[in-house]
């Protein structure tokens, strides 16, 4: 203590039982702000900002991600939680909660004498025994379609209503399915994420292909292309400076003008040897032909591709085209003297979409593509913007159900197993760590007592309730929340991917718990009488206001 004093003289000093207090509170103070979002009846969060801007969410990472955090304990709580959405795509808000129910369990012993550390260690047993009981109760299956349905499902309402949910699950899914190749590793990357502020949420969908946010230049080009080829180039279609300093000098006007016809002959004759490739492969069908180039046309070269029926695109993002080749087929050329058939991609339908003064060009009814595009549709940012964060947490559920290869039971039955498991186990537990053990019991029940608390239903009398069908039945037994019984038989699917979260809450609590001495600003001091509904003192929120709306 002399020590900090001698740094910081104005320094608060907490030890011991005053820093462990301080610490489980802001434990306790996060966990509450939190746990109305839990499940699908969870409440929704709307922040408003100092300039008026709205946010609605749902999502526990995003609402950690909005909240500037001061005191270090909540800090490190929220950035354990962050850490697992980065790498799942889920848990946040599980997380959170779990974490602050271990530490109010640990206080209740703590309080009676029990030392800090013999909690900790009965803390380390049960989460070893934890993930065996884990292992048994996950379900391996082969990972059909039906079954990423239901994963996704269970990761979708989560976040956003019932109906949108179905309509993202389906989405979702096909989307993963298209991009996955067996022995790779599936990549997320290859699922571009679109917004179109145009209809309603539910009108989001997969385009099995590409869409760009740009159209063709020329008017008398067509809008709809029907069974297309497909040519991705980064060729140069127009008047480009040298790269050295360099000048043509002549004397006469006619000089002049032989330059000119020169420069022009050079492009006219990049043109040509595209159209040339249209008319070979196009002489005997009525297919169509499509120019997406990553460098500039100008309009010259525009009306000559116009004049032979070549749907062309110029300046194309870099991105895109990574994506085109992977989307249609084909390879992408870099120079003209490469042209060939084999180079040439192939979609089922291109056309272009006016929404206002934005032009797309959609690229659809790709074979076997690579690279899939979700259009996600919205009224305004809001939307389109908690869909997002949705679609995100549905890929990455879905991406570890298929690596994982098996799924573990939902709606809190599996937390309800490892509590009976960890209940029955402490009593070969010897000494007082098996109060540890029990405290890591007790703290996994909260997350069906939230589930049943925010659907509305006595928590008391449904943990009960699920508890004793499981002692019955010795099956997966969770929450239904949408029948009065409040009971589930296994439906619901999650991926195995919870075996992390069990490690990552485990070690932030326990080094929570093992924290000895914490120098305090008065301003991060806790306040005792703090309830569920208010923003504690420690949190400093990026925005102005946080309500809760249903």
Same mark, same amino acid.
């Given at each position: #203590?002399?020590?900090?004093?001698?740094?910081?003289?104005?320094?608060?000093?907490?030890?011991?039982?005053?820093?462990?207090?301080?610490?489980?509170?802001?434990?306790?103070?996060?966990?509450?702000?939190?746990?109305?979002?839990?499940?699908?009846?969870?409440? !929704?969060? #709307?922040?408003?900002?100092?300039?008026?801007?709205?946010?609605?969410?749902?999502?526990?990472?995003?609402?950690?991600?909005? !909240?500037?955090?001061?005191?270090?304990?909540?800090?490190?709580?929220?950035?354990?939680?962050?850490?697992?959405?980065?790498?799942?795509?889920?848990?946040?808000?599980?997380?959170?909660?779990?974490?602050?129910?271990?530490?109010?369990?640990?206080?209740? =012993?703590?309080?009676?004498?029990?030392?800090?550390?013999?909690?900790?260690?009965?803390?380390?047993?049960?989460?070893?025994?934890?993930?065996?009981?884990?292992?048994?109760?996950?379900?391996?299956?082969? #990972?059909?379609?039906?079954?990423?349905?239901?994963?996704?499902?269970?990761?979708?309402?989560?976040?956003?209503?019932?109906?949108?949910?179905?309509?993202?699950?389906?989405?979702?899914?096909?989307?993963?399915?298209?991009?996955?190749?067996?022995?790779?590793?599936?990549?997320?990357?290859?699922?571009?994420?679109?917004?179109?502020?145009?209809?309603?949420?539910?009108?989001?969908?997969?385009?099995?292909?590409?869409?760009?946010?740009?159209?063709?230049?020329?008017?008398?080009?067509?809008?709809?292309?029907?069974?297309?080829?497909?040519? $991705?180039?980064?060729?140069?279609?127009? =008047? %480009?400076?040298?790269?050295?300093?360099?000048?043509?000098?002549?004397?006469?006007?006619?000089?002049? *003008?032989?330059?000119?016809? $020169?420069?022009?002959?050079?492009?006219?004759?990049?043109?040509?040897?595209?159209?040339?490739?249209?008319?070979?492969?196009?002489?005997?069908?009525?297919?169509?032909?499509?120019?997406?180039?990553?460098?500039?046309?100008?309009?010259?070269?525009?009306?000559?591709?116009?004049?032979?029926?070549?749907?062309?695109?110029?300046?194309?993002?870099?991105?895109?085209? *990574?994506?085109?080749?992977?989307?249609?087929?084909?390879?992408?050329?870099?120079?003209?003297?490469?042209?060939?058939?084999?180079?040439?991609?192939?979609?089922?339908?291109?056309? *272009?979409?006016? /929404?206002?003064?934005?032009? =797309?060009?959609?690229?659809?009814?790709?074979?076997?593509?690579?690279?899939?595009?979700?259009?996600?549709?919205?009224?305004?940012?809001?939307?389109?913007?908690?869909?997002?964060?949705?679609?995100?947490?549905?890929?990455?559920?879905?991406?570890?159900?298929?690596?994982?290869?098996?799924?573990?039971?939902?709606?809190?039955?599996?937390?309800?197993?490892?509590?009976?498991?960890?209940?029955? =186990?402490?009593?070969?537990?010897?000494?007082?760590?098996?109060?540890?053990?029990?405290?890591?019991?007790?703290?996994?029940?909260?997350?069906?007592?939230?589930?049943?608390?925010?659907?509305?239903?006595?928590?008391? %009398?449904?943990?009960?309730?699920?508890?004793? *069908?499981?002692?019955?039945?010795?099956?997966?037994?969770?929450?239904?929340?949408?029948?009065?019984?409040?009971?589930?038989?296994?439906?619901?699917?999650?991926?195995?991917?919870?075996?992390?979260? /069990?490690?990552?809450?485990? %070690?932030?609590?326990?080094?929570?718990?093992?924290?000895?001495?914490?120098?305090?600003?008065?301003?991060?001091?806790?306040?005792?009488?703090?309830?569920?509904? %208010?923003?504690?003192?420690?949190?400093?929120?990026?925005?102005?206001?946080?309500?809760?709306?249903?």
């Amino acid at each position: #203590m002399a020590a900090i004093k001698a740094i910081n003289s104005k320094a608060e000093v907490a030890r011991a039982q005053a820093a462990l207090a301080v610490n489980i509170c802001a434990a306790r103070g996060l966990q509450d702000v939190l746990r109305t979002n839990l499940g699908p009846k969870g409440t !929704m969060k #709307m922040l408003v900002s100092g300039a008026g801007d709205v946010k609605l969410t749902k999502d526990g990472n995003v609402l950690l991600h909005e !909240m500037q955090i001061q005191h270090p304990t909540a800090s490190l709580i929220a950035k354990v939680a962050t850490a697992q959405d980065d790498i799942t795509g889920d848990g946040t808000t599980s997380n959170v909660l779990i974490i602050g129910e271990l530490l109010k369990q640990a206080d209740l =012993y703590i309080s009676e004498g029990l030392h800090p550390r013999i909690i900790a260690e009965g803390f380390e047993i049960a989460k070893i025994k934890a993930l065996e009981v884990l292992e048994q109760v996950k379900i391996k299956k082969e #990972m059909k379609r039906e079954i990423l349905l239901d994963v996704a499902r269970t990761s979708l309402q989560t976040k956003v209503h019932p109906q949108l949910a179905d309509v993202l699950t389906e989405a979702v899914v096909d989307s993963v399915l298209a991009i996955r190749r067996p022995n790779y590793p599936i990549d997320l990357f290859m699922v571009e994420i679109m917004e179109m502020k145009h209809k309603s949420e539910t009108d989001t969908k997969l385009i099995k292909g590409l869409v760009l946010d740009h159209g063709a230049r020329h008017p008398d080009m067509k809008k709809r292309v029907d069974d297309a080829f497909i040519l $991705a180039c980064n060729v140069s279609l127009e =008047y %480009e400076k040298t790269e050295v300093s360099s000048g043509f000098f002549y004397k006469t006007a006619e000089e002049k *003008e032989k330059l000119v016809k $020169a420069e022009r002959k050079f492009i006219e004759d990049r043109v040509q040897k595209i159209i040339d490739l249209k008319d070979k492969v196009c002489a005997q069908s009525n297919k169509g032909f499509v120019v997406i180039n990553q460098k500039g046309i100008d309009p010259f070269s525009l009306d000559a591709l116009a004049k032979h029926g070549i749907l062309a695109l110029r300046r194309a993002k870099r991105r895109n085209m *990574e994506r085109l080749s992977l989307a249609c087929g084909g390879v992408a050329v870099n120079s003209v003297e490469d042209l060939s058939v084999d180079c040439l991609g192939h979609a089922g339908l291109v056309y *272009e979409c006016t /929404l206002g003064e934005e032009k =797309y060009t959609f690229i659809e009814d790709c074979i076997n593509p690579r690279s899939v595009t979700l259009l996600v549709k919205g009224p305004n940012k809001h939307t389109l913007t908690q869909i997002k964060d949705a679609v995100r947490d549905g890929l990455h559920a879905i991406k570890n159900a298929i690596e994982d290869g098996c799924v573990v039971p939902g709606a809190g039955a599996v937390e309800v197993a490892i509590a009976e498991a960890l209940a029955t =186990y402490k009593h070969t537990i010897q000494g007082r760590a098996r109060l540890g053990v029990q405290a890591f019991a007790d703290a996994l029940l909260i997350i069906p007592k939230v589930l049943a608390q925010n659907s509305g239903y006595d928590l008391q %009398e449904t943990l009960v309730k699920v508890q004793a *069908e499981h002692s019955d039945s010795k099956q997966p037994v969770g929450i239904d929340l949408n029948t009065e019984q409040g009971l589930l038989t296994f439906g619901g699917a999650w991926p195995s991917h919870c075996a992390l979260s /069990l490690s990552c809450f485990m %070690e932030c609590g326990i080094l929570v718990l093992r924290s000895g001495i914490r120098s305090l600003s008065p301003a991060r001091q806790i306040p005792n009488h703090w309830t569920t509904r %208010e923003v504690p003192e420690y949190m400093c929120f990026k925005s102005s206001r946080l309500d809760e709306i249903t």
